[in-house]
């Protein structure tokens, strides 16, 4: 039986001509896309931890994270100016004056900044302070957002919508690609299942990192924060990430003498745990007969729909999945 709208994995090279694997040979069957973002590879040879506050609160609080975070090794501060919230009445993060501390904090540390933004008249303001942009689980399917977000030029790390199928989650990458930015880092943070909320937050889907890159040439990293919502929890479901093959992993970090976190401090860890998670992350670094093959397709070989989109080409390297 056929049923409108439904469309299944076969699809994806229709759905996502841009950014399948199938559409798109000269990344072969293992090869990835290397994600730049002020030198930091996603999809190169080292896993990317980013470390960072739920939300910035504080200048103090910020800073004093972002250094711990870069003490414990991790090489990207994370930290959400404005915060999509259940509640409208609770804290909806500190906005404008938010950006300016994330921007404090890159100075006094060197870490460039992953942020989110949930409003497409804010991609402006947001993509001024952030060296990457944050499209929220809620937001996947914001179709508008995707797309201004695509004409800013800023890598993207696009987290998968809680109840999305990975179809839809292509899909919605692709919307970016389509505006002629293929700078997208796909972010698993957990989807809904029928035990959600009983032991942990969501359920994280380790599985899809695998079928991911089997469809896709885009890096992928994991929220093991949000996706299990326990902090004791965070670091055996980051190394389970590594172990299937994810490209790094985006962790909430809190410091209690900054005061007790505004928003998801039961899934926060401090910052020992965090570079205990870094040393399981460094240690599996790839061989280098492995990795990094530089390579670009023959412009010739490239279908159409590529042509326009081909300058945008970067470095590939060839990980083992
Ligand atoms: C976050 O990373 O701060 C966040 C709100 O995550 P998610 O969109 O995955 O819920
Ligand atoms: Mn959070």
């Given at each position: 039986m056929r049923i409108a709208g439904q469309v299944s994995l076969d699809d994806i090279p229709n759905i996502c001509p841009l950014l399948s694997r199938a559409v798109n040979p000269?990344?072969?069957?293992k090869g990835t896309r290397v994600v730049d973002v002020a030198g930091v590879r996603f999809g190169g040879e080292q896993a990317v931890v980013i470390g960072g506050p739920c939300a910035v609160e504080s200048h103090a609080q910020t800073v004093g994270l972002a250094r711990a975070v870069k003490r414990a090794g991790a090489v990207m501060l994370r930290g959400g100016a404005y915060k999509p919230r259940t509640s409208p009445h609770d804290f909806q993060g500190s906005g404008l004056e938010g950006l300016c501390i994330l921007s404090v904090a890159r100075e006094e540390t060197g870490l460039p900044i992953v942020t989110e933004v949930m409003d497409p008249r804010m991609v402006g303001e947001v993509a001024r302070v952030a060296d990457m942009l944050q499209i929220g689980s809620r937001n996947m399917h914001n179709y508008s957002l995707l797309a201004e977000v695509g004409r800013v030029g800023k890598p993207i790390l696009l987290k998968r919508g809680m109840s999305a199928s990975l179809c839809e989650w292509l899909g919605a990458a692709e919307y970016i690609a389509k505006?002629?930015?293929?700078n997208i880092v796909l972010c698993e943070r957990g989807i809904r299942g029928f035990p959600s909320g009983e032991y942990s937050r969501y359920v994280l889907d380790l599985n899809v990192i695998p079928a991911a890159k089997m469809l896709t040439f885009l890096p992928i990293v994991v929220d093991p924060s949000h996706a299990t919502g326990v902090s004791a929890m965070v670091e055996p479901a980051s190394r389970a990430a590594l172990e299937m093959g994810s490209h790094g992993l985006l962790i909430e970090v809190a410091d209690y003498t900054f005061g007790e976190p505004k928003c998801d401090g039961l899934q926060a860890i401090d910052a020992a745990t965090l570079a205990r998670i870094v040393e399981f992350a460094r240690a599996r670094r790839e061989e280098p007969e492995v990795r990094s093959q530089k390579t670009v397709a023959a412009a010739a070989n490239l279908p159409r729909h590529r042509r326009e989109v081909r300058s945008q080409e970067s470095e590939v390297s060839s990980l083992p999945t």
């Amino acid at each position: 039986m056929r049923i409108a709208g439904q469309v299944s994995l076969d699809d994806i090279p229709n759905i996502c001509p841009l950014l399948s694997r199938a559409v798109n040979p000269q990344y072969g069957e293992k090869g990835t896309r290397v994600v730049d973002v002020a030198g930091v590879r996603f999809g190169g040879e080292q896993a990317v931890v980013i470390g960072g506050p739920c939300a910035v609160e504080s200048h103090a609080q910020t800073v004093g994270l972002a250094r711990a975070v870069k003490r414990a090794g991790a090489v990207m501060l994370r930290g959400g100016a404005y915060k999509p919230r259940t509640s409208p009445h609770d804290f909806q993060g500190s906005g404008l004056e938010g950006l300016c501390i994330l921007s404090v904090a890159r100075e006094e540390t060197g870490l460039p900044i992953v942020t989110e933004v949930m409003d497409p008249r804010m991609v402006g303001e947001v993509a001024r302070v952030a060296d990457m942009l944050q499209i929220g689980s809620r937001n996947m399917h914001n179709y508008s957002l995707l797309a201004e977000v695509g004409r800013v030029g800023k890598p993207i790390l696009l987290k998968r919508g809680m109840s999305a199928s990975l179809c839809e989650w292509l899909g919605a990458a692709e919307y970016i690609a389509k505006q002629g930015n293929l700078n997208i880092v796909l972010c698993e943070r957990g989807i809904r299942g029928f035990p959600s909320g009983e032991y942990s937050r969501y359920v994280l889907d380790l599985n899809v990192i695998p079928a991911a890159k089997m469809l896709t040439f885009l890096p992928i990293v994991v929220d093991p924060s949000h996706a299990t919502g326990v902090s004791a929890m965070v670091e055996p479901a980051s190394r389970a990430a590594l172990e299937m093959g994810s490209h790094g992993l985006l962790i909430e970090v809190a410091d209690y003498t900054f005061g007790e976190p505004k928003c998801d401090g039961l899934q926060a860890i401090d910052a020992a745990t965090l570079a205990r998670i870094v040393e399981f992350a460094r240690a599996r670094r790839e061989e280098p007969e492995v990795r990094s093959q530089k390579t670009v397709a023959a412009a010739a070989n490239l279908p159409r729909h590529r042509r326009e989109v081909r300058s945008q080409e970067s470095e590939v390297s060839s990980l083992p999945t």
